[in-house]
Nanobody, 124 residues
């Protein structure tokens, strides 16, 4: 099975940018469709973005697609999330997840492996 470790979170001012990374080990990243999710305090975990195994297709939460970009480097075994024009409401723990499905998914329960999360805090 694959192990996932997120990094790149931190404190940023509103309007700033961050790039999150998710490093995979144990199995090659290309074996999985991948996704990013986030969970704010007191809220349910929600879908952010997903990408197919080869990176040819992507999907985003409607409210985020103008500001967030998901990408992957299967040679480096790493998934990325570029976030720009950040807002205080983007504050959350961000998780990457791997799915054995052939295509991407927006559904939490269709992901088989999860990282531990990285905190993103956006100050106003």
């Amino acid at each position: 099975q694959v192990q996932l470790v997120e990094s790149g979170g931190g404190l940023v001012q509103a309007g700033g940018s961050l790039r999150l990374s998710c490093a995979a080990s144990g199995r090659t990243l290309s074996s999985y469709a991948m996704g990013w999710f986030r969970q704010a305090p007191g809220k349910e975990r929600e879908f952010v973005a997903a990408i197919t195994r080869g990176g040819g297709s992507k999907t985003y939460a409607d409210s985020l697609k103008a500001r967030f970009t998901i990408s992957r480097d299967n040679v480096k075994n790493t998934l990325y999330l570029q976030m720009s024009s950040l807002k205080p409401e983007d504050t959350a723990v961000y998780y990457c997840a791997a799915s054995n499905r052939l295509g991407y998914s927006r559904r939490l329960y269709e992901y088989d492996y999860w990282g531990q999360g990285t905190q993103v805090t956006v100050s106003s």
